[in-house]
């Protein structure tokens, strides 16, 4: 698969839960006051990797046995010329959302904590995944002050990736996670004038967020059963 499709820098955003990483009270414990607990019912906790993790206090997971991964979903930000922000292609968004898909299928292939599922029930959790706010940018400074590199702006792109766990059949939210990374890139000027954005390394970010993933909800599952 070509990796010249991913905006450079990413802003990744990854679904976990006091166990993916978090310093944090149990879920059990964590505090259920109105201050501490917003409108769904999810309440925030500590987290040494990622910028924001929610967990909804008290729950446990021994009544699921299985594990729905949802289609991911992708939203693009329009881009500001005045910021030199620029639109990526169908073609690189289509790479995108194929090589997300097939890390989260890949990684999730040899699960063996749930058993893998194509319909909601009542056993069932649903891994949901999103990313958006997705942008790609090109700084004014070449890549290097000669050669090849001096024909080439760098580049960068911006997500939010958001991984949330749910009940499969009443849709609750059980936990959530928010988090911001980033990536590199290249840019160069086509023949009218335009840009076209290069980004090589796709394919291993979106393995690292499958991979992130999986440890968490195999943790959370130990942990909470």
Known sequence: MSRDWLPEKILLTL????????????????????????????????????EHAQARPGVTFGA????????????????????????????????FRDALVAAFDEEFAGFDALQLTAEPGADTLALDVRVQDIVASVAKQPLARGGRGGAMLEASGDAVIVIE???????????????????????IRTADAGLETRFQ?????????????????????????
Not at 77 to 92: D, I, K, N
């Open 15 to 50: 679904l976990v839960v006091a166990l993916w990483g978090c310093e944090s009270t149990p879920l059990s414990e964590a505090p259920a006051g109105a201050a501490e607990v917003n409108y769904e019912g999810l309440a925030t906790v500590r987290s040494r990797t990622f």
């Open 64 to 95: 699921y046995s299985r594990l729905l991964l949802d289609v991911p979903e992708l939203a693009y930000r329009t881009p500001e010329p005045a910021e030199r922000e620029v639109a990526l292609t169908e073609t690189q968004k289509d790479r």
């Open 201 to 225: 390394s796709a394919d291993k970010l979106v393995s690292e967020w499958a991979r992130k993933a999986r440890r968490g909800v195999e943790n959370l599952l130990q942990e909470r059963r």
């Open 165 to 187: 766990l749910l009940d499969s059949r009443s849709n609750e939210i059980l936990a959530r996670g928010v988090d911001s990374g980033s990536a590199r890139g290249a840019a």
